[in-house]
C-alpha cells in the first residue's frame, strides 16, 4: 500500500492501482488523483516476486 506525499492528497493505492515508471530520477508513480510524484525503490524477494517499497523523497543520484 502506497500513500501519496502530497499532504493535502494523501490518497492510498495498492500496487495494481499505479503505473511505476523511471523519468530519469529513479522509479515513480504519479499519484491517480493528484498527479504528485511519488519514489519508490524496486526489491526482489526470494522468490523471485518484484516488490516495490515508497521512499521520502527522491533518490540520491
Ligand atoms: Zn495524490
Redesign the pocket.
Known sequence: MFT?R?QS???KWELADVLIKNEGQGLLFR??????RNYVERFDDEEGNVLYEQIDGRPFQ
Open positions: 501519496c502530497n492528497c494523501d490518497a499519484c491517480p488523483m493528484c498527479g504528485a
